[in-house]
């Protein structure tokens, strides 16, 4: 199974930027396309989709967020963070079966 | 308006068997893949099952494989999941998603809580 790393906590400060890091244990690139997805989940609902295939923005999701990287690390942007940001933000990985989820990064304000 | 509605959880013993449905809406259903994934009461995602648009394939990871079943019916737009020799680390809350081609979910259930105790 690829496992992802996600560091568990980052605090930052509002209008700072956040960078929220995963590293896949292989690498889930294929064909030029990234297998890298991110979800943000406040507590209490169900998680949403940010960024799709590395660096994709979903529809809806303000251009605030941004997803970078390829191979084996990966990074969700967050410039500037404001107070509705703050949440807990997972990685995912579809290069291969099963699918598997980071950790999940809980982002804090200092 | 995509909506996705669960149902069918509960308080169920060790051994038994359960059914959850997913009611879609605001989308053409036979034309995605649907996925379930889980998550346990202060944990992370896991990835459950997935189902391809027209059913014919499905896939899960060890963790079910065997026990849980995926399945949908098009003309009504629902999607199922049998739940079989239940478990107590099977305790989670079930999302219902929509998949995408490569692998994302775009739209995701409210939830449906699923809790296995004697």
């Known amino acids: 199974d690829i496992v992802l790393t996600q560091s568990p906590a980052l605090a930052v400060s509002l209008e700072q930027r956040a960078t929220i890091s995963c590293k896949t244990s292989q690498n889930v690139d294929n064909y030029g396309i990234s297998y890298m997805h991110w979800y943000q989940q406040k507590p209490g609902q169900q998680p949403k989709l940010l960024i799709y295939?590395?660096?994709n923005l979903a529809s809806g999701i303000p251009a605030r967020f941004s997803g970078s990287g390829s191979g084996t690390d990966f990074t969700l942007t967050i410039d500037p963070v404001e107070a509705d940001d703050i949440a807990t933000y997972y990685c995912?990985?579809?290069?291969?079966?099963?699918?598997?989820f980071g950790a999940g990064t809980k982002l804090e304000l200092k | 308006e995509v909506q996705l509605v669960e149902s069918g959880g509960g308080l169920v013993q060790p051994g038994r068997s359960l059914k959850l449905s997913c009611v879609a809406s605001g989308f053409t259903f036979n034309n995605y893949w649907m996925t379930w994934i889980r998550q346990a009461p202060g944990k992370g995602l896991e990835w459950v099952a997935s189902i391809t648009n027209t059913g014919g394939s499905t896939y899960y990871p060890d963790s079910v494989k065997g026990r849980f079943t995926i399945s949908r019916d098009n003309a009504k737009s629902t999607l199922y999941l049998q739940m079989n020799s239940l478990r107590s680390e099977d305790t989670a809350t079930y999302y219902c998603?929509?998949?995408?081609?490569?692998?994302?979910?775009?739209?995701w259930g409210q939830g449906v809580m699923v809790t296995v105790s004697s």
């Open positions: 995912q990985q579809s290069k291969d079966y099963p699918y598997t």
């Open positions: 998603t929509r998949d995408r081609n490569s692998g994302y979910f775009d739209y």
């Open positions: 295939e590395g660096s």
